[in-house]
């Protein structure tokens, strides 16, 4: 099996960093990207950054020009660097990991624990 880790939530000021890491275990063939989803208390999940194999990078909107996502492939892991952070960015965020296959005829989907981003005023 696969197990997704993540670290790094916790409570910040309005203008503050945080820092999120993910890092995957287990079973790994290959790693076709990696990235976090996160969800408020009655709103819509949506994804808020995501990096492929080949690093290319996918933003929401609303944190276009302050997240920005890497990764070190050597230690099977991505972070997502938070700056300039509002109070609507306040969820819980879930990594997930799209593995390929030993076949390559597919992927899976997998997903970490949450962690929680508080952002105060």
């Known amino acids: 099996q696969v197990q997704l880790v993540e670290s790094g939530g916790g409570l910040v000021q309005a203008g503050g960093s945080l820092r999120l890491s993910c890092t995957a275990s287990g079973s790994i063939f290959s790693i076709n990207a990696m990235g976090w989803y996160r969800q408020a208390p009655g709103k819509q999940r949506e994804l808020v950054a995501g990096?492929?194999?080949?690093?290319?990078?996918n933003y929401a909107g609303s944190v276009k020009g302050r997240f920005t996502i890497y990764r070190d492939n050597a230690k099977n892991t991505v972070y997502l660097q938070m700056n300039s952070l509002k109070l609507e960015d306040t969820a819980v965020y879930y990594c997930?990991?799209?593995?390929?296959?030993?076949?390559?005829?597919?992927?899976?989907?997998?997903w970490g624990q949450g962690t929680q981003v508080t952002v105060s005023s």
């Open positions: 990096i492929t194999s080949g690093g290319s990078t």
């Open positions: 997930y990991v799209d593995l390929g296959t030993f076949l390559g005829d597919g992927t899976s989907r997998y």
